[in-house]
């Protein structure tokens, strides 16, 4: 039963030190997957489309629903490779949220491409798309909805946005790796899904990503952009043909390594991300009758949602004029529960050093109102 008094006044805090000692730490390391890194590490076979590798795009492709999976270092690298396959280049412009990790904006800056910054819905917190529509010029050539914190952006109008225009979409699916829209997997719905396997995602390797795509010649174009010209199944060394004329390549590969631990963390991924589903819709009953708080919303379509964050919106009305956000956490840490702030706007961040003349900023009403002033990550 939780004290009456808040711990942050002297009460006991919500979460015992008993009950902190049952969670287990993110990612959670076990037994056979440590074997399996074991066997690859003594096989020598450690890169350059290995067995482990092959497996895992295959299995992935086909959990998400996807014909092709492009296995890559991270998922950075995806984003980036992704818009180079549909031809994205200099002077081009690519709609992307303005409320996202900077990675979805930068990947098209490497291109040199402008990112064109649009606002997100304010229950989903994901792209707005017909705020998207809007912002559509004869420069724009890509449009990136982020899936943000496991929610799913309306992707039903932006295929519809995508048929009328001809303007491929890309899904990043960096924080929803098993989430189902409309029975699909997130990811294999756009032209391409960009997945990221960092360090925090909920299917980890510490570095890591993946393209998924259903067009046999993007599929293609990805995989030499990423092996440095090399088609898919061609040997080390024995390339059997080369990249088409002007396709610049990269080395993006990933690691057998990493695709061991995907692989044995995919096993995992339904079961966890069903439990993750249900606890947050439990919380989120539990919370519905609390004054001034409301939680991001679910994918107006999800059949599963993959929570990678908890996201709590606290209505600044709602508070006594003296109570910022941060007395809130501090109210929280002190019953045992750390809370993050979500993102800024990505370009406020610390380590977005673009010339205002390298991006457009179309709208961001609520991405700045929803930063840092009201919302709580958990
Ligand atoms: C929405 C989003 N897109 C892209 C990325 C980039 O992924 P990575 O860190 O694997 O390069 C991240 C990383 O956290 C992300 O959150």
Redesign the pocket.
Known sequence: MASEKLAINGGKPAITEAARRTLKPWPIPDEKTAERLKQVYMSGNWSFNGPREQEFSRKFADYCGSRHGIFMA???VT?QSALHALGVKAGDEVIVPGN??I??AMAACYLGARPVIVDVEPDTLCLDPEQTRDAITSKTRAIIP?HLFGSIADMDRFMAISRETGIPVIE?A??AQGGVWKGRGVGSIGKIGSF?F?QSKTLSSG?G?ICLTDDDEIADKLYRIKHIGYGSGQRQGQAASGPAPGLVCHNFRGLEFTAVILTEGLRRLKAQTARRDANARYLAGLLKDVPGISLQARGRRANVQSYYMLTVLVDPKALKPDVTLQDIKTALAAEGLHCGSGYGPDYRHMLWNLPRRAFRIHSSAMVEETSNRRMLTL
């Open positions: 991270n998922g950075t984003l996202t990790w990675a979805t982020v990043d960096a924080h990221s960092q570095e990503g």
